[in-house]
């Protein structure tokens, strides 16, 4: 286990090595010149040209990767060409509230999912199956929009419960955040919902024909011994995969959903970067959600091989 | 309750599934008693019902199967019509099964040792503790090396041969009053076969058994009394030496007589095979349901017959029991009917010896490598590799059959992929016709792909889907022979007509055929060509017996006509025996022992070719042999032994030569040929013919 943890670490390293390289050639090609972009149409091509200088953009481009690079891993991230102020600190408060939005996302939406899953899985094309099959596929075929706003006139508007709004203030606590945390997280589920549970349902359906399902019964176990014990363990297996990934998009893909209810997370600070044309702020935010991305997906690789020894031992 | 009373009574039972919007019986108004101590076996070919008829005792038939009408006494009680909880009660306790392939009926991601400890604590109320040390016990005593060790493993890490101990272990953790075993050794080799039925035997002393299988060999070596089974119904049932001795079915005694006897070859016999096919389970006739294939049918035989008590202990469905015993007594087999029984064919007794062989394979290797790990690609280790084939060299002669025998892992397919071309070889000549073939396919021209062709083991896969029967015929014709559309379209005809299929099916899908059929049809499409060599990989393998007879005659009859030589492989030395002109065993990649056919039931033999010989179950319930157990199981291809690869299983090994040094070849009077280091007179002394023939 110990060598597979330091061969998928190792993976790891060289993903986001290869990434950073990526952004950071992308970001060298996006139309614009940084210090044009700084300084406005008006300013005169020698001041433009000092600021070049300045900035280090005259330097061979392998100069500036590993400058870049070897600050950003220091954590000087640099400083946002439209605010004017340092990068880290906004960055890292936009990850947590995008962290925090995730991690509710997903206590909310994976047990329900993967619970209704297991039991349309179990019931395989009976009434029980057909309802969850549907209801989840017709919801998932829903904008985001239309739900978080379907959502909002509901327990904003008429029930009066939670906040339309969830704009949380910078450095709130996550008991002051929760309350505005629930709505948008509410809408990220029905959109992962079918997707997990139609897989989940998969996995299951797929486990229930193998022939050691027959061997446990057989045995004479209960049946909810059969199910919890010998069948979820392998069927739930491609279920965490998924997961992984969606934590992946729960930090960066979040873009309409954080428009709706006006929340601080990545996504809107990416799209605002992007419309700046802000380069560090674009290169610092990519390599946060890279970074976010691979770790859930070595997560994810840890816990498959975890529950699948034929994995663990190869 | 006496203890007469049988444990099991099943009456007048029917089981049917739902398919296709309307229920079909899959079993059929079959009755039986087992009683205490029985060893009962069940045999059949697929879609006789036995398997489900093993279910419906354990009422587990899925949600479309059902149990329509009929009782199933068992200790008294009638368990069709007990609730599943009760069910629950029964299963693991008092009936327990071990299923057919143990790899995957256990579970893959729980440790082996708690699958066995969970039925010791639902069943006997052992607690963690008590439930883990008897399950060492257990297993210790189904004669697994290292307990602790098998029961810490996952099911992958250990064999399949122990994975089954495994099995046979917790279903008989809680002594249950019966053992239904569902082909238990079908998917393993023969040396492990062997084995297991050496356990099997020795641990169900006592305890009511079914065994259910297709192999008549293995009810042969482990039963007393055996019902037969055909498209759902019991045809026949009697004590073991009874039923072979005096079949009263003609179903029955087809079975015995389509299985070739060892000993018997294509020059002494041929192969009685049964015509037709088994129906499938929407078509069954009324009436007798063997009718459309037996050659003794009648009119009276439209009408079911009932099931004939001809002793007290036999019983047939069969209205002509009495011609078949007159024929047994020696009277002439009536004339006028179709007999399936055709004249033995003038098949060559020898190919010409002169010629220059067809195929040539000098030192012929092909090693696998195995991927790096990070780490070993880091310590620049040098490159590990399976070595599959590691040094083969032989060859046929025209016209002649070469049978090629080795258990799993003895490289036998890669053996005739790397002649095919499909792997790469990774050493070693090939020659065909006295040219040499280039390694890989790609460098072949379009008159080396003619001259060889190949028939898979599994025909189910070997044709495509989507194609019908003509057009996969018409490919070779047109791109090998150069056939325009209209001379192919002509030669099809031949071909279903070489191997007796209607014209008809060249229109047909691969779904809509038996897999005896697409197995004619592969042969057809092998044949298309014309190739000078034809290489079978298990080619009857996954047929039933009564279809695998009337596929061997197929090709004993095509090759006779066309001249075409043979490369047969099989594991199953019997097939081969009667097949082929000589043989050669491989064990891990190397070859053991070569020679003509008919001097391989003979001493002297490779050691390893006579625990091959000893460990076939044979279907005759008088045959005596002294058995042959070999140690452990084969290593893996990845840790092969040095010297000799059979010394760590060898039950003749001399000393520490066999572990140090590569033995020589040793050439017997007869031209067989032994990698022994123990001299041929040595071995003859020592072995005993195994079988008397």
């Known amino acids: 286990m110990r060598r597979y943890l330091l061969r998928r670490s190792g993976f790891l390293l060289i993903t986001l090595l290869f990434t950073s390289l990526v952004i950071f050639i992308v970001t060298q090609y996006l139309p614009g010149d940084v210090a044009r972009v700084i300084l406005g149409r008006e300013a005169g091509e020698a001041a433009v040209q000092d600021l070049r200088a300045e900035l280090g953009l005259d330097d061979p481009l392998p100069v500036q990767y590993f400058r870049w690079l070897g600050n950003f891993l220091q954590g000087d991230w640099g ?25 509710i996302t997903l206590v909310i939406s994976v047990p329900l999912a993967v619970t209704l899953g297991v039991i349309a899985g179990l019931n395989e094309n009976k009434p029980v199956d057909n309802t969850i099959s549907i209801t989840s596929l017709s919801v998932v075929g829903l904008p985001e929009f239309i739900t978080g706003l379907v959502l909002i006139q509901i327990f904003a508007f008429r029930l009066n419960l ?37 897989l989940t349902r998969a996995g299951v359906i797929e486990e229930l024909k193998q022939t050691y399902v027959r061997t446990a019964e057989l045995k004479g176990l209960p049946h909810h011994t059969v199910i919890l014990k010998h069948v979820l363990r392998n069927a739930l297996l491609p279920t965490i995969t998924v997961v992984a990934i969606s934590f992946g998009w729960l930090i960066s893909g979040l873009i309409v959903i954080e428009n709706v209810f006006n929340y601080p997370g990545l996504g809107r600070l990416l799209v605002f970067a992007i419309d700046r044309r802000d380069l560090p ?26 529950f699948n020894p034929r994995i663990r031992y190869e | ?81 007990v609730s599943q909880a009760e069910m629950r009660e029964i299963w693991g306790a008092q009936i327990s099964l071990v299923p057919q392939n143990p790899h995957s009926a256990l579970n893959p991601s729980i440790r082996v040792g708690e699958q066995v400890a969970e039925i010791l604590r639902i069943h006997l109320g052992m607690g963690q503790v008590a439930a883990r040390q008897y399950t060492l016990e257990l297993l210790h005593q189904v004669r697994l090396p290292d307990p602790k060790r098998v029961a810490e493993s996952y099911p992958h890490q250990i064999s399949g041969g122990m994975q089954q101990r495994v099995l046979i272990a917790m279903a008989l953790s809680t002594k249950p009053q019966l053992l239904i075993l569902d082909e238990p050794t079908t998917s393993l080799d023969v040396t492990t076969q062997a084995a297991i039925l050496d356990l099997i035997r020795e641990l169900i002393h006592g305890t009511t058994v079914l065994y259910v299988t297709h192999n008549l060999g293995v009810v042969a070596q482990i039963c007393d009394r055996v019902a037969v089974m055909y498209a759902g119904e019991l045809v026949e049932d009697a004590p073991l030496e009874e039923l072979f001795n005096r079949p009263l079915h003609v179903y029955t005694q087809g079975l015995l007589e389509s299985v070739p006897r060892l000993g018997e070859t294509k020059l002494n016999a041929r192969l009685k095979a049964i015509p037709g096919q088994i129906p499938s389970l929407g078509a069954r006739p009324q009436g007798c349901v063997f009718m459309p294939r037996c050659w003794l049918a009648d009119e009276s035989c439209k009408e079911r017959p009932s099931l004939f008590e001809f002793q007290p202990e036999h019983r047939t469905r069969c209205h002509h029991w009495q011609e078949l015993i007159d024929v047994q007594a020696g009277a002439p087999r009536p004339t006028g009917v179709d007999l399936p029984h055709l004249p033995l064919q003038n098949i060559p007794s020898s190919g010409d010896e002169t010629a220059p062989p067809v195929l040539t394979l000098q030192d012929l290797r092909v090693h696998y490598a195995i991927s790096h790990t990070l780490g070993e690609f880091v310590q620049r280790k040098p490159a590990r590799q399976v070595e599959a084939v590691d040094g083969v060299s032989l060859e046929i002669a025209a016209a002649r059959t070469l049978g090629l025998v080795g258990e799993s892992g003895s490289g036998k397919s890669s053996l005739a992929r790397a002649v095919v071309g499909l792997v790469e070889r990774t050493d070693g000549q090939v020659e065909l016709l006295q040219a040499s073939l280039p390694a890989r396919l790609s460098q072949r021209d379009i008159e080396t792909l003619r001259q060889l062709q190949m028939v898979f083991q599994d025909p189910e896969e070997a044709l495509n889907p989507h194609q019908t029967v003509g057009s996969t015929l018409r490919r070779p014709l047109i791109t090998l022979l150069g056939l325009s559309a209209r001379e192919a379209d002509s030669r099809i005809d031949q071909l279903l007509q070489a191997v007796k299929l209607p014209p008809e099916y060249k229109d047909r899908m691969p779904a809509r055929l038996s897999g005896g059929e697409k197995q004619r049809v592969a042969i057809a499409r092998a044949f298309a060509s014309n190739p000078d060599l034809l290489i079978a990989d298990e080619a009857v393998s996954s047929l039933d017996v009564s279809i695998q007879a009337s596929i061997i005659n197929l090709l004993n009859e095509l090759q006779a006509g066309l001249g075409t030589t043979l490369l047969f492989i099989s594991h199953d030395l019997g097939v081969v025996t009667y097949l082929s002109d000589s043989i050669a065993v491989v064990y891990l990649g190397r070859l053991m022992q070569i020679g003509p056919a008919g001097g391989l039931l003979e001493p002297p033999y490779h050691p390893y070719t006579e625990a091959l010989i000893a460990d076939i179950p044979i279907a005759d319930p008088g045959a005596r042999r002294a058995p042959i157990r ?16 059979f010394h760590t299983r060898c039950h003749r090994k001399i000393g520490v030569i066999c572990q140090t040094q590569a033995p020589p070849w040793q050439e017997t009077a007869d031209g067989k040929r032994i990698y022994c280091h123990i001299p041929i007179e040595q071995l003859q002394a020592a072995q005993a013919p195994i079988l008397k023939i």
């Open chain 1, 162 to 198: 939670l906040p339309a709004n969830s704009s949380i203030p910078p450095g709130s606590s996550f008991a002051e955040a929760l309350p505005m945390l629930v709505l948008p997280a509410l809408t990220a589920t029905f959109v992962l919902l079918a997707y997990i549970a139609r």
């Open chain 1, 281 to 306: 702020l674009i290169q610092a935010v990519t390599l946060v959600t890279v970074l976010a991305f691979a770790l859930a997906n070595l997560v994810a690789d840890l816990l498959y091989a975890y």
């Open chain 2, 630 to 645: 070999l140690e452990s199981e084969t290593p893996s291809p990845l840790q092969k032994p040095t010297g000799c690869p």
């Open chain 1, 79 to 103: 400083i946002s060409y439209s605010t004017k102020s340092e990068i880290q600190p906004l960055v890292l408060s936009r990850l947590r509230n995008s962290l925090m939005l995730a991690m």
């Open chain 2, 1 to 81: 309750m006496t203890s007469l009373d049988p444990i099991l009574s099943i009456e007048n039972l029917t089981v049917a599934y739902y398919l296709h919007g309307e229920w079909q019986d899959a079993v059929r108004d079959v009755s039986l008693q087992i009683h205490p101590g029985q060893v009962y076996g069940l045999v059949g070919e697929s879609g006789s019902g036995k398997t489900t008829l093993a279910m419906a005792i354990m009422r587990y038939l899925g949600v479309t199967g059902v149990i329509r009408s009929g009782k199933i006494i068992f200790s008294g009680r009638d368990i069709a019509a």
